[in-house]
Structure formats: structure tokens, C-alpha cells
T-cell receptor, first 116, second 112 residues
Framework: GNSVTQMEGPVTLSEEAFLTINCTYT??????LFWYVQYPGEGLQLLLK?????DKGSNKGFEATYRKETTSFHLEKGSVQVSDSAVYFC???????????????FGKGTHLIIQP | DAGITQSPRHKVTETGTPVTLRCHQT?????MYWYRQDPGHGLRLIHY???????DKGEVSDGYSVSRSKTEDFLLTLESATSSQTSVYFC???????????FGPGTRLTVT
């Protein structure tokens, strides 16, 4: 079945540091890939997405590239801020049927802490 | 904002009691989902719906049932709550024509 593996952390960085959160996946077919962010006490917000190989998703300074050859979708940001402290989830579409309508498969989440 | 609300937002209940959580959406989306979030597990799919009265099981459906009698409401029921069902429950919808999902604010359920 489908699965997503990501570093769990916590990952602690200083403000303005470069961020990479690794995400690799196993899936049948051609899934779409997502990064979600969850701030303390809140629900999940879609951060960025990529729907096919070599697509780059970007939003709020974050980027991730859909790499089919390495089955990866690593999240990067050039200069993090304290306000980026949150839990980040990598996810893919394509459940048992290979389509997206039957739910997303999530990684376990990476807790990111940015220190001033 | 995908117009998703969940109720209640917090609930404490005793083992063995029935509990129903409600998800309400205002934008007529066809697909709706229930997930649970637990430390060390990320989010796991409980049940989903692809239309009125059309539902299917997810990864962790044991002990849960769902109903969808109208497009805007998707109910999750714990027939007899157990302590292992203490969790944060999220409802989600899929936007038409895409696979991305948008989430409600969550319900924190504690079973004592």
C-alpha cells in the first residue's frame, strides 16, 4: 500500500537558517504530493502541492519538487522565521484505488522549532 | 477557508457511552472525510463519503460508523467509546476537480 516517511524531529533551528525536511513515499500509480502545516491548537493548512513529476510547489517561501526517480518531495526554505514553528506533514493522494477521492496518506509529521 | 465547521470542538465522555461528532460544510463539496490525529501516527483516515448515503471505510474504521443524509453534513459516531478513541478528530473535504483536501478546526475527544 501507499506510505509516506518523513523525519519526525523535533527539528530545532535558529532564525534565518536554511530548512530541509525530508519526505519519501511509496505509491502505486501517479499520486499528487502535498505539504500541510499545523500551527499549535489549529487544524491543517495546505502549504503547497505538486501533481506530477518535476513539478515544483511553492508558497510563503517554502518549496518542494516532485522527484519521481527518488520518490521524494523534500520541503525547503531558505531563511526560516520564528513564525514558521509548527508541525509539517507530507501527504500523498491515491488510496487503494489509486485515485485521490478515497483519502490522503500522511507521514507522521515533523515538529519544527525556530529559535530567535 | 473551505467553510468547514466541526461540533463539538471539545468533548469529554465516559467509556461505553455513544458519541457523535458533526462536520458541516457550506460549499456543496461531494467528498468528505474523517481522520484521527494521534502522536506518532500523523493523521489516519477513518471513513469517507463520496456522496449522500455513499460511504466507505478507511484505514482505522473499527469502532466507528458514519452517516451522510445530506450533502452538507457528515456524522461520525462512536457507538461505545473506548479510551483508545481519545484523539483529535478532523473532518476534511476535497475541492472539486483536485485531490487537495481542506480541513476543519478539529474536535478534541477525551474518553475517560
Amino acid at each position: 500500500g501507499n506510505s509516506v516517511t518523513q523525519m519526525e524531529g523535533p527539528v530545532t533551528l535558529s532564525e534565518e537558517a536554511f530548512l530541509t525536511i525530508n519526505c519519501t513515499y511509496t505509491a502505486t500509480g501517479y499520486p499528487s504530493l502535498f505539504w500541510y502545516v499545523q500551527y499549535p491548537g489549529e487544524g491543517l493548512q495546505l502549504l503547497l502541492k505538486a501533481t506530477k513529476a518535476d513539478d515544483k510547489g511553492s508558497n510563503k517561501g517554502f518549496e518542494a519538487t516532485y522527484r519521481k526517480e527518488t520518490t521524494s518531495f523534500h520541503l525547503e526554505k531558505g531563511s526560516v522565521q520564528v513564525s514558521d514553528s509548527a508541525v509539517y506533514f507530507c501527504a500523498l493522494s491515491g488510496g487503494r484505488s489509486g485515485g485521490g477521492a478515497d483519502g490522503l496518506t500522511f507521514g507522521k509529521g515533523t515538529h519544527l522549532i525556530i529559535q530567535p | 477557508d473551505a467553510g468547514i465547521t466541526q461540533s463539538p470542538r471539545h468533548k469529554v465522555t465516559e467509556t461505553g457511552t455513544p458519541v457523535t461528532l458533526r462536520c458541516h460544510q457550506t460549499e456543496n463539496h461531494r467528498y468528505m472525510y474523517w481522520y484521527r490525529q494521534d502522536p506518532g501516527h500523523g493523521l489516519r483516515l477513518i471513513h469517507y463519503s463520496y456522496g449522500v448515503k455513499d460511504t466507505d471505510k478507511g484505514e482505522v474504521s473499527d469502532g466507528y460508523s458514519v452517516s451522510r443524509s445530506k450533502t452538507e453534513d457528515f456524522l461520525l459516531t462512536l457507538e461505545s467509546a473506548t479510551s483508545s478513541q481519545t484523539s483529535v478528530y478532523f473532518c476534511a473535504i476535497t475541492a472539486s476537480g483536485s485531490y487537495e483536501q481542506y480541513f476543519g478546526p478539529g474536535t478534541r475527544l477525551t474518553v475517560t
